[in-house]
């Protein structure tokens, strides 16, 4: 092996002042985290849901009689029960009730189809679960292909004011209202060790086979939201503030950032079950003014489609900075958005392996557009030759990332051949590629499986994208390979453009970006055709799914 010059951590002198090397992580349950803030800012409002706010008493209350109704129901340490609610304060209720019972919990997507509900029940084990009545249909239609035998169900109306105190019971459920009110906290006592024990099965996007569960341990889990929370602290005040929930709670940036972070804080959580809808979302930033407003890219650029953004600028004012991570953000996005707000976003990266944050660029010094900043305290990284992780490369040159530090994954749930073909020892490999400079600023050039060989020669689509970004026509782009049937083994590019308002869709058209490409990259990553589209496949957390396109036209070719 060679030598590793990223030892020297080079990164650390660009850290903010108040961030240190090193920090003492407490070895606690992750619930450990809300009972301290209730003890300390007991009487303040913890969540903030369609003006209803629910104080850190009340939370921990809440999560107290939860936990003591799932032993009642027979929920052992350890048993995983699973969540089914979009930003709703029964979410956050659920997720340290469900801790407090020494459940793990496995948060599922509002989205999931039947079968993929069906195999990450079975997959985890559970035989409990807390849902959003809107999922009630699909939860009975794939019941009897699971072990449930626990469905505690919530509605939209239980948390809000002058919500009716008893809803009515359905057949084959429990209400989740009726449970807490009629249980009196008791949790159980019993103890862990929060380095072994898993405290979320967090199941990844499955861009590329079945989902897998990342193993998130307790320990993990705190050690990541403190370390997060550092970052981020000079622009916060313990007890004060407000974090605008704008992600999904059931994803890991959600749950880490927008949550956790949060209550760790002691601040006011003002949760948007929708933020696509941008008047809601407005309505609560002027109503709570937040602090941190969180993002992806595609969030932006949809805000930027609005003629109006610059009217509601003065109701952003309260937010010290913006974040953005889950995907790659065009510069040209940022400096938009940055231009019309008077925002500031700062980019991260993470990954669901590492609870998910591994790294930052500072709030306060020096922020390099690009670049997905600096490792968090105590975490470690290296670019390793894509082909041989023994291999360090040298500061300055291409390869994959590999992470070691206390938020990196126990591994993945009865897979231990995948979780072999990721952890090396206690690093990580974690299939991004991308390159760090001097300064131990980190720059993600794109997903090792999405590189295109075109001809031997490597293309990464997030450098084509990015330029894509910059045409004045071009509102959203994706770019895949695809094989070249003229050359066995090779691929060719293929852009995927959305188009902004007042543009056609012409051939035209498609040759002037064309060449707009041909002078801003080298011509083997020109791509060869673009595709007009009205929308991108994306995930929810606004990550453009490559993988899909692939299939599409996988599908074409077959007919």
Not at 228 to 245: A, F, M, P, Q, R
Not at 246 to 252: E, G, R, S, T
Not at 286 to 293: A, E, I, L, Q, Y
Request: with cysteine; proline share 7%; glycine share 8%.
């Amino acid at each position: 092996m060679t030598d590793d010059p990223y030892a020297a951590k080079p990164w650390l002198k660009h850290y903010d002042e108040n961030v240190p090397a090193h920090i003492d992580y407490p070895e606690i349950n992750l619930f450990e985290i809300l009972d301290k803030s209730a003890e300390e800012f007991g009487n303040q409002t913890a969540i903030w849901f369609q003006k209803k706010k629910i104080s850190y008493k009340e939370f921990k209350e809440t999560a107290d009689r939860l936990a003591t109704a799932l032993a009642e129901l027979g929920v052992k340490k350890g048993d995983t029960v699973a969540i089914m609610i979009p930003n709703f304060p029964q979410f956050l209720l659920s997720f340290y009730g469900i801790l407090k019972a020494g459940g793990v919990v496995t948060a599922c997507s509002v989205l999931l189809t039947e079968p993929e509900l069906a195999y990450q029940l079975n997959d985890s084990g559970v035989e409990t679960i807390i849902a959003w009545d809107g999922q009630l249909d699909k939860i009975n239609n794939i019941k009897d292909r699971t072990r449930l035998r626990n469905i505690i169900i919530t509605s939209v109306l239980d948390y809000i004011p002058n919500a009716p105190r008893e809803p009515p019971e359905i057949a084959g459920t429990m209400q989740f209202v009726n449970l807490i009110n009629r249980t009196k906290p008791n949790p159980p006592k019993f103890t862990i060790d929060p380095k072994e024990t898993i405290a979320v099965l967090q199941y990844t996007g499955g861009t590329s086979g079945l989902p897998k569960g990342a193993m998130l341990t307790h320990h993990n889990l705190v050690s990541n939201c403190i370390a997060t929370h550092t970052i981020v602290s000079s622009k916060l005040e313990k007890g004060k503030d407000t974090g605008l929930t704008n992600l999904p709670l059931f994803h890991i940036y959600g749950m880490t950032v927008c949550m956790n972070v949060w209550i760790y804080n002691g601040s006011r959580i003002a949760l948007n079950p929708d933020p696509r809808d941008h008047k809601s979302l407005f309505d609560i930033i002027r109503d709570t003014k937040p602090s941190m407003f969180p993002g992806v890219p595609t969030m932006y650029m949809k805000l930027l489609e609005r003629d109006d953004l610059e009217d509601y600028a003065k109701d952003l004012k309260s937010i010290k900075f913006c974040n953005t991570g889950a995907a790659a953000m065009p510069p040209e996005v940022l400096h938009d958005f940055e231009g019309r707000t008077g925002c500031v976003i700062v980019e991260g990266y993470g990954l669901t392996e590492c609870s998910p944050v591994t790294h930052s660029n500072p709030v306060s010094g020096l922020r390099k557009i690009g670049s997905v900043g600096m490792p968090l305290p105590d975490t470690e990284v290296r670019i390793v030759d894509a082909d041989d992780y023994t291999k360090i490369m040298p500061i300055g040159e291409q390869g994959e990332f590999m992470i070691k530090g206390p938020q990196v994954m126990k591994g993945y749930w009865n897979k231990p051949e995948a979780t072999d073909d990721q952890l090396k020892g206690e690093w990580l490999l974690t299939g991004d590629i991308g390159k760090c400079d001097e300064d131990g600023y980190f720059f993600i050039l794109d997903r090792k499986k999405d590189m295109i060989n075109v001809s031997g020669l490597k293309v990464y689509p997030r450098e084509v994208e990015d330029v894509l970004f910059e045409h004045e026509a071009v509102e959203n782009a994706a770019v895949i390979g695809l094989p070249n049937p003229k050359i066995p083994g090779s691929e060719i590019v293929k852009a995927y453009v959305v188009l902004k308002d007042g543009y056609k869709a012409s051939d035209e058209l498609s040759g002037e970006i064309r060449e707009f490409c041909r002078q801003n990259v080298s011509p083997y990553k020109v791509p060869k055709s673009i595709e007009f589209r009205k929308e991108l496949p994306e995930t929810l957390v606004g990550k453009v799914l490559r993988r899909e396109l692939k299939e599409q036209e996988a599908s074409r070719a077959e007919h």
